[in-house]
């Protein structure tokens, strides 16, 4: 009800009949958004844990996550989390000499980043997922009907031999695919990775 007009111009509103000021009540606030960046700020769990935001497709797995062992998913949690208890995260901030060294291969850190890309104890493991990724993408690609070549053997002007993984052909466009499984180290690794392969393959 508007008082102004049931009053008339020059009557005044009495106390009673002001209407009450409307509260602006705060915005609550996003805890999701804060909580990511407070872990974006710790300095061992939080390392490059920035490449994960809003990304759906590396995230897809803890959304839907039917395909892993309900023993496994504490583990890839973990491994998502930066909290594995790898021995160097094990010996972090410890004042004692905490053994730092790789249980398998002697290395002087056993991290998960050398362990997905150089422990020599988990080669055979390191061959099965690639060949089991090459697989993944083969399936795919006949499901949308391209031609599939396998490690095909091409060489450049030079006579010098390449061995992408894999080639999709379709029409006219050709696809040299050739798989890396990269830690991200820092917040370009991925990225990296990428232009490092194009530019093997660019010509
Ligand atoms: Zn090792």
Redesign the pocket.
């Known amino acids: 009800m508007d008082i102004s007009k049931e009053l008339g111009e020059n009557e005044q509103a009495s106390e009673w009949e002001i209407p009450t000021p409307k509260n602006i009540f705060p915005r609550p606030c996003d805890w999701r958004k804060q909580e990511f960046i407070n872990w974006t700020k710790l300095l061992s769990q939080g390392h490059v844990i920035s490449n994960f935001e809003k990304d759906k497709i590396s995230n897809n797995w803890i959304e839907h996550y039917r395909g892993i062992p309900h023993r496994k998913i504490i583990m890839a949690l973990q491994l998502r989390a930066n909290v594995y208890p790898t021995r160097e995260f094990l010996a972090t901030g410890r004042k004692d000499n905490q053994l730092k060294s ?6 002087d850190t ?1 991290n998960c980043s ?2 997905i890309s ?5 080669q055979d493991a390191r061959i099965k997922r690639h060949n089991y990724l090459c697989e993944l993408l083969v399936k795919e690609a006949k499901k949308k009907e391209w031609v599939i070549f396998q490690e095909p053997l091409l060489r450049d002007d030079n006579n010098e031999l390449y061995k992408s993984d894999l080639v999709f052909v379709k029409g006219d466009q050709a696809l040299v695919v050739d798989i890396t499984v990269r830690y991200e180290s820092k917040s370009t690794s991925l990225a990296d990775a990428a232009t490092e392969k194009i530019k093997k393959y660019q010509h």
């Open positions: 790789c249980q398998h291969c002697g290395a056993e050398r362990i150089y422990c020599p104890a988990v």
